[in-house]
């Protein structure tokens, strides 16, 4: 399961009981062992899905290997839908045919399905959770 999914609820609840910690010293070493267990964590999961995808690209069959390039395209040919076709069409049913419906737009999950495909969801969410984002 995806550690950048648990943050938003992790973090807060780390650091209120980081700030139940009276000696200031103590608090720092547990916030650092704290960060430093998250950043393994990150690590590790990533390394994991690296190991996931050479063995799923790999393999012989199309429906374990192919998976990944078919929802790849899929995805870049609703992109081309939502910011080429779509416009041209709409520009083009209101010139010849003003009467027909416009077509539906993807725009609202077009973005979560994308950055879930180029894998930039979550990892610099801990970084803004921690004021450490430049």
Known sequence: MALAAFLPVLGPLVDKILDLIPDPNARARAEAEYQSALLAAVVQE??????????EAAHDSVFVSGWRPFIGWICGLAVAFQYLVRPFWIWAAAVWFPDAPVPPGLDGVLWELM????GIGGLRTVEKLKGKAG
Do not use: P, Q
């Open 46 to 55: 990533s390394a994991d899905n690296r190991e996931i995808n050479k063995t």
């Open 115 to 118: 950055f879930g495909m180029l």
